[in-house]
């Protein structure tokens, strides 16, 4: 059973392209979340998706951030425009549709830079 | 006041000893508590969950206090491979109907020989 999936594990852009990440839940998994870990910080909340609906983005920044969990495909989290401070481990978790007490189950992260 | 308070550390201790970590949650609506641990700034992995009667895995007692907001991490007769950072981390959902996780900043652990 494959863990969570995440792709590209790096990813270089320059400031004011667009970077989407892209993350594949765990086989039987329909919750995902996506965090953030800025450097030298610890990891914050950005948004929670079921198959097409966002349930949650209460950490997403207001501004240039989107993510989508289609019927079909992988979770993607995109930024446009991309700036300096963007530039993090972006690690996407997931967990089963009857969950136990809340753990989630993490991918290997993007880690992004912005040039 | 941060959602989820630890100790930043880092702990630097010899193999064979016995370390403690401590957590404070603001969120008394707080449902469900994990101690997690990431290598090198890795992907963090669960390591255990947190109950209120304490729980053990070998090596590693949990325990939680509710009533203070409070959660423990004790590790016995540590091990070289025992040094990462420990994440004291907390969901506020709905149990068992997901929730994100709220972590901790992160105690880093160093185990020397």
């Known amino acids: 059973n494959a863990g969570v999936m995440q792709n590209p594990r790096h990813l270089v852009r320059r400031r004011g392209q667009e970077a989407r990440l892209r993350c594949s839940p765990m086989?039987?998994?329909?919750?995902v979340y996506w965090y953030r870990q800025l450097p030298e910080e610890g990891l914050k909340f950005m948004v929670y998706?079921?198959?097409?609906?966002?349930?949650?983005e209460s950490g997403m920044p207001k501004e240039r951030f989107s993510a989508e969990f289609p019927k079909e495909g992988p979770s993607i989290l995109r930024i446009q425009q991309v700036v300096r401070g963007d530039s993090a481990a972006y690690f996407c978790?997931?967990?089963?549709?009857?969950?136990?007490?809340?753990?989630?189950?993490f991918g290997p992260g993007t880690r992004l830079t912005v040039l | 006041r941060k959602e989820v308070e630890q100790d930043p550390g880092p702990f630097n201790v010899p193999e064979g000893a016995t370390v403690a970590f401590n957590c404070t949650y603001s969120?008394?609506?707080?449902?469900?508590f994990f101690w997690y641990r990431q290598d090198c700034r890795k992907e963090p992995k669960l390591l255990m969950s947190?109950?209120?009667s304490g729980n053990e895995d070998g090596r590693f007692t949990a325990q939680l206090n509710r009533a203070s907001q409070y959660i423990s991490l004790l590790i016995r007769d540590s091990k070289l491979s025992d040094s990462a950072t420990y994440l004291c981390?907390?969901?506020?959902?709905?149990?068992?109907?997901?929730?994100?996780?709220?972590f901790g900043q992160g105690t880093e652990l160093s185990v020397k020989p």
């Open positions: 978790a997931s967990s089963p549709e009857l969950a136990g007490p809340g753990e989630q189950f």
């Open positions: 086989k039987g998994h329909s919750h």
């Open positions: 998706l079921q198959k097409e609906n966002i349930i949650d």
């Open positions: 969120n008394s609506a707080s449902q469900s």
């Open positions: 947190v109950y209120s």
């Open positions: 981390v907390v969901n506020i959902g709905i149990y068992n109907q997901g929730g994100k996780l709220i």
